[in-house]
């Protein structure tokens, strides 16, 4: 039985990928070491990790106003570093609340200073991306999740702003191309398009940094990490490695144009499927559906259960939706095939047949 990975994170990764890893924990690049135990100071981890980093630069097409970070923690640890350096205690950030993760960045946000909520779709369930709403021209930045893994809506075309953007853009990083200068400040845990669990990249724009007066621990100042350029301790090594790895296999399938391409034939297959099926359902805005993560949901929710333990049969992993917001969920990253997703949509068909 073929086995299809829908996994929302950690995610697929490209076979190429995975098997150029495998061969370097046992030998990195011919030098009987493996890259498990190579010195994170040494030349052979330095040229990862500069790789890594142009790859990043490459593929943004950003100048030398940004720094490329590589850091401990997920995501989440963001939720905190970002305001952290950029918001004093007496000052105001603005945040967009489309969801789980926008909701808890603004909730760590509010530890270091004061949180205006500008957009906030928990109205609707958060099923659409609200785009009519103002910044005060004193808020220190804007905050957005580009992506709703959880919810499945997606900016886009993200909000034009006169203060510095933020980005969190975890699930949808390198899948499309975009006028990535527009942000200030970018982050991504690395286990959905760009890699392995265990490291963070951060994108910064060096004139944002050193406005604040707050003393900030030296582990959690972005300054410290650009001038120990990302070696202030020891880095996820075998992450950055695979990151390097998958960054450097989307350039060479043709960078962020074709994997637009592929996303945009693999979601719209899936949501014309969708569409066509009325045993299933989607609930999401048309024009903010995410093609990365699509959540819909069975007409009857008796049929929710056997259609997933359908699914479970048949190899399509990882399509139950998050637990608190239930359905389906399938996640179609820079690496799912598809003839994937072609699999599942036939199963979709199989099922409404019989349940039609």
């Not at 640890?77 to 950030?93: G, I, K, S, W």
């Not at 724009?205 to 650009?226: E, N, V």
């Not at 790895?245 to 969708?274: C, D, F, P, V």
Request: contains cysteine; charged residues 20%; glycine residues 8%.
């Amino acid at each position: 039985m073929s086995v299809h990975n829908f996994n929302s994170g950690p995610s697929i990764l490209p076979k190429t990928v995975m098997e150029e890893a495998s061969r370097a924990i046992i030998d990195f690049n011919g030098t009987g070491l493996s890259v498990l135990e190579i010195g994170h100071r040494t030349p052979l981890f330095q040229d990862v990790l500069q790789e890594a980093i142009g790859s990043v630069k490459k593929l943004m097409e950003l100048d030398d106003a940004y720094e490329v970070l590589f850091l401990h923690g997920g995501a989440t640890t963001q939720f905190m570093q970002v305001p952290m350096n950029l918001l004093d205690n007496n000052e105001t950030a603005a945040y967009c609340d489309n969801g789980i993760w926008g909701k808890k960045a603004a909730k760590e946000a509010s530890l270091f200073g004061n949180v205006n909520v500008v957009a906030d779709t928990s109205d609707r369930s958060h099923t659409y991306i609200k785009k009519d709403f103002a910044v005060p021209a004193d808020a220190k930045y804007l905050h957005i999740t580009t992506n709703n893994t959880v919810e499945g809506t997606q900016w886009h075309q993200y909000p034009e702003v006169a203060v510095p953007l933020i980005g969190d853009m975890s699930s949808d990083i390198f899948s499309r191309p975009a006028d990535f200068k527009k942000f200030s400040l970018i982050y991504a845990g690395a286990q959905k398009n760009m890699g392995a669990a265990g490291v963070n990249m951060v994108v910064v724009k060096k004139d944002i940094l050193g406005t604040i007066k707050r003393s900030i621990p030296t582990i959690m100042d972005y300054r410290k990490h650009i001038e120990a350029g990302s070696l202030m301790n020891t880095p996820p090594v075998f992450a950055v490695y695979v990151s390097m790895l998958t960054l450097r296999w989307i350039i060479a399938e043709g960078g962020l144009k074709e994997m637009e391409q592929r996303s945009n034939a693999k979601s719209a297959l899936l949501y014309n499927t969708i569409d066509s099926l009325p045993v299933f359902t989607s609930r999401i805005a048309k024009e903010d559906r995410s093609q990365t993560n699509a959540v819909f949901f069975l007409s009857d929710p008796q049929l929710e259960a056997p259609f997933l333990d359908l699914c479970k049969k048949e190899g399509m992993v990882g399509v139950k939706g998050y637990r608190t917001i239930g359905g389906v969920r399938v996640s179609m990253y820079n690496a799912l095939p598809i003839s994937s997703v072609q699999a599942f949509c036939d199963l979709m068909k199989e099922f409404a047949t019989k349940n039609g």
